[in-house]
Nanobody
Framework: QVQLVESGGGLVQAGGSLRLSCAAS????????MGWFRQAPGKEREFVAG???????TSYADSVRGRFTISINAKSTVYLQMNSLKPEDTAVYYC????????????????WGQGTQVTVSS
């Protein structure tokens, strides 16, 4: 049983930055991925970025590579630094935990946060 609590969402102008945080608590396994997904109105939830528990190995969606950075600390808190934000980044962002190596599919994650809204105005 893992609980995930997200924070850091908000309203930002195009070109600006936001940093999302996701704190994990409860029981977990020794090896896992933590990831970020997002879902815009009327669209499917899509993979944004993932990181292996030990850090150093990451994966990014093509649409955010070079603009977003995922990181993790020793307390199982995952961050998503979002720079050069675009209106098309507007979505609810969810963090997740799963056992697969840098999984990019929703089915590869077992626990999900409640989501945090990111709105980018033009």
């Amino acid at each position: 049983q893992v609980q995930l609590v997200e924070s850091g969402g908000g309203l930002v102008q195009a070109g600006g930055s936001l940093r999302l945080s996701c704190a994990a608590s409860g029981r977990t396994v020794s090896s896992y991925s933590m990831g970020w997904f997002r879902q815009a109105p009327g669209k499917e939830r899509e993979f944004v970025a993932g990181i292996w528990w030990s850090g150093g190995s990451t994966s990014y969606a093509d649409s955010v590579r070079g603009r977003f950075t995922i990181s993790i600390n020793a307390k199982s808190t995952v961050y998503l630094q979002m720079n050069s934000l675009k209106p098309e980044d507007t979505a609810v962002y969810y963090c997740a935990v799963g056992g697969s190596w840098l999984g990019r599919a929703r089915e590869q994650y077992d626990y999900w946060g409640q989501g945090t809204q990111v709105t980018v105005s033009s």
